[in-house]
């Protein structure tokens, strides 16, 4: 193979309709705005990288450890759910003229589909459309009837046409494929628990060691974005990691071990609360005095009388 087939293409084409979708897989559109493809049906597709202004759902049943997401490779097992938002890159990091057959099932909608119903207000919610690579939905057989289940509902109401009721119908059974879906995530993060507590304690390693550095003083206070990128996760799959194991988000997370050593720091009398506030990586005094009663009752050197 000489050098110009090896090359991996760098174009990133933009998916902007379903239309677009549909055609490149050899499939009719039924509805303009959504779509259901049982991809065992579509041809071959060029092995092309897209910026996706759809929401797009993969439900694969091989594995293919060639398609990434943004930069990284997906590394999914067989019964995979992949969830693709708006504004996010998805594809193939294959050389330009390699085929390649789409296999599992795939849900398309515009974001027009859902605008002004429950689900429109409702989908940023559903945070797993923004986790990363490494964080992927596998689904049990059980489950993933579940899945064909809601998608072959939107399929039939697509294929019986168009009337009054079609949209309400189609937005239900999508809204309903989702929950079932923060259902699913809720026992991967239960099957996961081993790893999840591995990474509870790693994140409390990582606070104490920033308030024991200088970083405070340098960077101010750690954000939830921070720890998450320290250990390789998405934020929002981070957050929602936390929230599972100890009941608080992350941000409460941080903010209460802040107010213990803070409550520490305060006690020794040798600093003002000034002087303590930096050392904390507060940029001003009176937001960390702010800070303090709001979540203590009693302002920092109320505290330090008692």
Known sequence: MNQKSLKIMDKIEKLVSVTQFNSRRGQATLHPLVSVLDQSKSI????????????????????????????SHYDYQEETLIFIAPGQVFGFDLPEEILVQPSG????????????????????NYNF??????????????????????????????????????KTLIVSNIELFLNYCV?????????????NKDILVRFEDLIDKYFNSDLPQT???????????????SANYFGDLIKKETGKSAQE???A????????????????????AYELGFEYPQH????????????PNEYRKI
């Open 129 to 166: 459309f923004s986790y990363d690579v490494n964080e992927a939905l596998h689904i049990s057989e059980r489950e993933r009837e579940i899945v064909l289940d809601c998608f072959k509902k939107i399929k039939e109401e697509l294929e019986r046409g168009i009337d009054k009721h079609s």
């Open 44 to 71: 071959k597709i060029q092995a092309n990288r897209y910026l996706s202004e759809l929401y797009v759902i993969f439900l694969k049943d091989v594995k293919c450890e060639e398609m990434t997401y943004g930069r």
């Open 253 to 255: 997370y941080i903010q």
């Open 183 to 195: 259902r699913f995530y809720d026992r991967q993060f239960i099957t996961q628990e081993s790893i």
């Open 257 to 276: 071990t802040l107010i213990e050593l803070a409550k520490e720091k305060i006690l020794d009398i040798s600093k003002s609360v000034s002087e303590i």
């Open 219 to 233: 960077t101010g206070l750690p954000s939830v974005a921070y720890f998450a990128e320290k250990m390789n996760l």
């Open 105 to 124: 099932w795939a849900l398309v909608f515009h974001p027009d589909f859902i605008r002004g119903t429950s689900l429109g207000k409702s989908i940023k």
């Open 288 to 299: 960390f005095t702010r800070f303090f009663k709001q979540k203590v009752g009693l302002t």
